[in-house]
């Protein structure tokens, strides 16, 4: 099978697309021909060399959908054929944060794409536990965003949901999006999206934002929002948005930052207004209610701006970095 491989990291990272082994699965895994996965921040950091508990070698790609080719002998309620979304985490079951519950905190992380074989390749193998059935009807661009739409979910169930409360997010990006797309259906009165990138705003505003600016001053709410969430990880975004909270109200830590860089903020005022500061981490319980989400309607299609093969590698990683367009899918069987 051709499969993209990081052969050593860095900046810029050093990529080829190989011809590999094709996988056989363990007794309890499959084998998806992969139509789709999803190019993230994640795999950039793991060209970069950031991320520690990636082992080169290594083929990226952890948001992919596809089709089962194949089965280990102790797969029961998974068949042959069927259309499936992957759910790339794999949490130990055995740590602390495991037993209460809390797998997406797990101690001894593992996930396809970052600590194993994902899916930038023809063929991948995955625990059939991961593999979620997606129905025949949904698109390929909605298969291919189940994974970060399952994020967006756990971000939304860690908010308080409370209808009529106005909501600001930092980054008209994929994730700040689909957030946005999420908090209309919770009962939003408003969203609102600040993002320095003026063909996002403008597609934000094609999306159904109230606003899409490129500073929060320009939206002229002097109490603050309820809701505040950062989808950048930008430091400056981050220390923004921490102002515009209104008394009571929350903010949401959604986009991946820099773990060596700091914020400031006043915790007097966390205090004095109780505001409360909370973060979301990756997928917690909601693959299958993403999935449910998509297939009942929810349109995120036109967040997928373009489709590249294997061998287009580097011009989707360019695009990315950019900022040009918007979610970006690799299609492994395209070429």
Do not use: W
Not at 74 to 86: I, L, Q, S
Not at 108 to 130: K, M, S, W
Not at 296 to 304: C, E, T, Y
Request: hydrophobic share 45%; net charge negative.
């Amino acid at each position: 099978m051709r499969a993209l491989v990081v052969t050593a990291p860095g900046p810029r990272g050093t990529t080829a697309v190989t011809e590999l082994p094709d996988p056989r699965p363990e007794s309890d895994e499959v084998v998806v021909r992969v139509t789709s996965c999803g190019l993230c921040g994640t795999d950039l950091h793991l060209l970069d060399g950031e991320l520690p508990v990636a082992r080169y070698p290594l083929v990226p790609g952890h948001e992919l959908t596809g089709e089962i080719v194949a089965m280990g002998t102790a797969v029961r309620d998974r068949k042959v054929g069927e259309r499936v979304a992957v759910d790339p985490n794999m949490p130990c079951g055995a740590c602390h944060y495991c037993r209460i519950g809390r797998g997406n905190l797990c101690e001894d992380y593992t996930a396809i794409g970052v600590t194993r074989a994902g899916g930038f390749a023809e063929l991948v193998a995955v625990p059939a536990r991961c593999a979620y059935v997606v129905p025949a009807h949904l698109s390929e661009a909605a298969a291919g965003l189940v994974e970060p739409l399952s994020c967006a979910v756990h971000g939304l169930n860690r908010l308080p949901r409370r209808p009529g409360e106005h909501y600001l997010i930092y980054g008209a990006g994929t994730m700040g999006l689909m957030m946005a797309a999420l908090v209309r259906t919770a009962g939003a009165a408003s969203v609102s999206v600040v993002d320095l990138n003026e063909e996002r705003l403008a597609f934000a505003r094609s999306f159904g934002v109230d606003a899409a600016v490129t500073h929060a001053d320009a939206l002229d709410r002097a109490p603050g929002f309820e809701v505040v969430v950062d989808a950048t990880g930008a430091v400056a975004a981050i220390e923004d948005g921490l102002g515009r909270v209104r008394r009571g109200g929350t903010f949401l830590q959604f986009g991946v930052a820099d773990p060596a860089r700091a914020a400031s903020f006043s915790p007097y005022r966390v205090y004095s207004q109780e505001i409360d500061i909370i973060g979301s981490m990756a997928v917690h319980n909601s693959f299958q209610p993403a999935i449910d989400l998509l297939a009942a309607g929810l349109d995120l299609d036109p967040l997928v701006s373009d489709v590249f093969g294997l061998g287009d590698f580097d011009e989707a990683v360019a695009r990315f970095r950019a900022g040009t367009g918007r979610k970006i899918h690799l299609a492994p069987q395209k070429g």
